[in-house]
């Protein structure tokens, strides 16, 4: 059943678990195409999303949208455009809210006809995101894409997941593909990127949390087709040294339809990790916590299911440890998310 409650402007669809899931953007704001959300916090405690929309993924009219929602009301302000290259695609947008209040936007914009021609571009706002100029992307090497969020390290240094896919199959993932990352100083004026993760099938988009200063942990998305196979895993890839050097990739227990997750360090300490709980389907979409450092994730949940696609997990933890749960849904018209608190997995 859905119900619009128009005094607040925000859909809700009851679904048939214990979580309410919220629309933020659906077919009635600008953009047949809406995919890839990233959200951070501002200081005013409201909360930034950003998605790329336009006609479809490899149509040339795609631009980075921006909305805000007040969380006192529930509304979410009327989306506006934030990146838009004029006549090249812009793709996955991924937010970072820097130690000092900046806010950041990284994303690719594609030349050609895939996203094998990209290259990073990027954005900062000093003003708790009313306005945007560019600025000096980490890297200009082209076939580098953004998905994950980056993450603050110890020394306030930005952490930035990136993934190089050199096909130009739009339906098959290279067993070349990799993941890597952008390190910055913690000036974040200069930039280094680590050397390529492999692993047998490939694996892109890759999403980090940092243990502790120098053991991080990152999960990535397999390669190879979208059809589904018994044998397609999440990967996993470790480092010991705060980023800058990462172990070879190795398949999970966590099956994985080649669509990315998101894996974040909660307030508590412990690690959340959004993922599609299949090796076929983007459905459900499903949660899992571990208390151990990474060691093990006991704590598991089935957060959305049903016929739809739930694609593209993003999350973000509030100041005052609410979970925001971000993704695609709706063949790609709609950007639901669903609120819950740690003790909802626990």
């Known amino acids: 059943m859905l119900i619009a409650l128009a005094a607040v402007n925000v859909y809700l669809l009851w679904p048939s678990g214990k979580f309410r899931i919220h629309t933020a953007v659906g077919p009635d704001v600008p953009g047949l195409y809406k995919h890839a959300s990233s959200a951070c916090e501002l200081a005013s405690g409201e909360v930034l999303l950003v998605y790329y929309s336009g006609s479809g993924e490899y149509g040339n009219d795609t631009a980075i949208f921006g909305t805000q929602l007040d969380r006192s009301t529930g509304d979410w302000s009327r989306p506006r455009i934030i990146a838009d290259a004029g006549g090249k695609a812009e793709g996955n947008p991924a937010l970072w809210r ?15 006809e895939t996203w094998s021609t990209a290259t990073l571009a990027a ?9 945007w100029h560019d600025t000096k992307p980490p890297n200009d090497r082209a076939g580098l894409m953004t998905r994950s969020k980056p993450i603050t390290l110890d020394d306030g240094a930005c952490l930035l997941p990136l993934d ?35 692993s047998r099938l490939g694996n892109h988009q890759p999403s980090v949390a940092a243990i502790d200063q120098d053991y991080l942990i990152a999960f990535c998305r397999r390669g190879g087709d979208y059809f589904g196979r018994e044998d397609g895993f999440l990967v996993r890839s470790e480092s010991r040294d705060g980023g800058r050097t990462w172990t070879s990739g190795v398949e999970t227990t966590f099956p994985n339809p080649n669509a990315p997750v998101d894996f974040v360090r909660l307030n508590s300490g412990n690690l959340l990790l959004a993922y599609n709980d299949s090796s076929f389907e983007r459905t459900p979409l499903s949660v899992a916590v571990s208390t151990d450092r990474g060691e ?14 739930y694609s593209y997990p993003c999350i973000l933890q509030t100041e005052d440890g609410m979970i925001y749960l971000f993704f695609t849904a709706g063949a790609r018209t709609h950007i639901n998310y669903i609120v819950l608190s740690e003790d909802d997995i626990l």
Request: charged content about 25%.
């Open 296 to 309: 093990s994730f006991p704590h598991r949940l089935d957060l959305v299911t049903g016929d739809d696609s």
């Open 98 to 112: 820097s130690p000092d209040g900046d806010i950041w936007l990284f994303y690719p914009v594609r030349h050609g």
């Open 123 to 131: 954005k900062v706002s000093v003003d708790d995101g009313a306005t």
């Open 164 to 198: 190089f896919n050199p096909s130009t199959n739009t339906e098959f993932v290279s067993e070349d593909s990799g993941s890597l990352f952008a390190r910055s100083d913690a000036s974040l004026q200069s930039w280094e990127t680590t050397d390529v993760i492999h």
